[in-house]
């Protein structure tokens, strides 16, 4: 069955340093999110992106953040300067179209900023 | 503006009991409904997905429902096993519909003692 996958599964930072986390959507999907879930808080909407461009992002996804698909399978999160408060798990996620089906997760990068 | 709200926040059951979560949402203009189980430290891996036209929709010992007048979901699994334990979490559209972004309700953690 086909998958996301993300990579590194943990990623231990220190503060100040840029850190990328990296995501392989399923093959067929056209629309990847990234979503974040702060330690014993909800699953939190990061960003969308579609036809190569962001197509929504929150209000958490200021300019420290920005995404791309550099090739035609990966979709990769930056965060340029890491502060305390980005310590989270990250989830990717993709789907095929943008309302009649479901989204299919990663199993997650653990961010941990020091 | 969505928001989506699940009770309980935990449930402890004996082995063999069916069950039944809740989940409600403010805005009744949804495309859809997913449910998700996210094991500690893990992932979400989709259990199901329910389209607006549909009452309900069934996965082994799984079934969900919706009632979208009402804005309210419910996920029923029979039989209840030790390996059901985990934190269930439903999430809707935003407000309007479409898939720009998922909102998440903060989940009931369930705990089936054998």
């Known amino acids: 069955e086909p998958e996301v996958t993300q990579t590194p599964s943990h990623q231990v930072t220190q503060m100040g340093q840029e850190v990328i986390l990296r995501c392989v959507p399923i093959s067929n999907h056209l629309y990847f999110y990234w979503y974040r879930q702060i330690l014993g808080q909800k699953v939190e909407f990061l960003v969308s992106f579609y036809n190569n461009e962001i197509s929504e992002k929150s209000e958490i996804f200021d300019d420290q953040f920005s995404v791309e698909r550099p090739d035609g399978s990966n979709f990769t999160l930056k965060i340029r300067s890491t502060k305390l408060e980005d310590s989270a798990m990250y989830f990717c996620?993709?789907?095929?179209?943008?309302?009649?089906?479901?989204?299919?997760f990663g199993q997650g990068t653990r961010l941990t900023v020091v | 503006k969505q928001e989506v709200t699940q009770i309980p926040a935990a449930l402890s059951v004996p082995e063999g009991e069916n069950l039944v979560l809740n989940c409600s949402f403010t805005?009744?203009?949804?495309?859809?409904l997913q449910w998700f189980r996210q094991d500690p430290g893990k992932g979400l891996t989709s259990l199901l997905l329910?389209?607006?036209?549909?009452r309900e929709q069934t996965s082994g010992r799984l079934n969900a429902s919706l009632d979208k007048s009402s804005g309210r979901s419910t996920l029923y699994i029979a039989a209840s096993q030790p390996g059901d334990s985990a934190t269930y979490l439903c999430a809707a559209p935003p407000q309007g519909g479409g898939f720009q972004k998922l909102v998440f309700g903060t989940g009931t953690r369930l705990l089936v003692s054998p």
């Open positions: 329910i389209q607006s036209s549909q």
């Open positions: 805005d009744s203009a949804i495309y859809n």
């Open positions: 996620a993709s789907s095929r179209f943008s309302d009649l089906w479901g989204a299919f």
